[in-house]
C-alpha cells in the first residue's frame, strides 16, 4: 500500500517541525539549567562579544544584559516546547524567527557563507513551517482550532497552524 502524496507531506512536515523543534528546546534548556545549577550561568555574552560585523557595535552593549540571556534561553525553550508540541506554532516560529534574525544581524556579514547562514535557513524552516499549517499535524493546534472558543473568534487561527 502506498502513502498519498499529501500524507507523505504531512509526515515530511512533521518530521522537520520535530526536528527543528528539538534543536531550539535543548538549546534552551541547556541554556536554563545553568540558572539552577552549580554551573555559571548562560550568557550571551561570549557570542556576542565574538561577532565583528556591521552592527556588531549595538549588540555588544547588550553583553552585560541579565534580561537579553534570560529572554533567549527561556525564548528557545518556549520556540522549542510550542514546535514540538504543534502549541501557537505561528507564534512561536514568528519569534523563531525574529531570534534567528537577530543572531544574523549580530555577525552580519556571515564568516562562513555568502549571504546565506545557518540563520537563514532555520528562518526559512520556520516560514515552511508557519505557512503550511504544520502544528496541525498531530499538534495541539489542530485540536485547538475545533472548539468553539476559536470558532467564535477566528481571528485567533492565525496564532494557530
Avoid: C
Avoid at 149 to 160: E, G, T, Y
Amino acid at each position: 500500500m502506498s502513502m498519498s502524496v499529501e500524507k507523505r507531506n504531512k509526515l515530511i512536515i512533521l518530521i522537520l517541525r520535530l526536528f527543528i523543534g528539538w534543536f531550539f528546546f535543548y538549546s534552551g534548556l541547556t541554556k536554563v539549567t545553568t540558572y539552577y545549577t552549580d554551573q555559571p550561568d548562560w550568557s550571551a555574552a561570549q557570542f556576542l562579544s565574538g561577532q565583528k560585523g556591521i552592527f556588531s557595535d549595538y549588540f555588544q552593549t547588550l553583553t552585560s544584559n541579565k534580561l537579553i540571556d534570560y529572554l533567549n534561553a527561556y525564548g528557545q525553550l518556549a520556540i522549542g516546547l510550542g514546535v514540538i508540541t504543534g502549541t501557537l506554532l505561528r507564534l512561536a516560529s514568528f519569534w523563531g524567527i525574529f531570534l534567528m534574525g537577530m543572531y544574523y544581524m549580530a555577525g552580519y556579514p556571515p564568516k562562513n557563507a555568502l549571504l546565506i547562514d545557518t540563520h537563514v535557513l532555520y528562518s526559512g524552516i520556520f516560514i515552511l513551517l508557519m505557512s503550511s499549517g504544520a502544528g496541525r499535524y498531530f499538534g495541539v493546534d489542530g485540536l485547538v482550532e475545533k472548539t468553539e472558543i476559536v470558532k467564535r473568534n477566528r481571528w485567533l487561527l492565525k496564532l494557530l497552524g
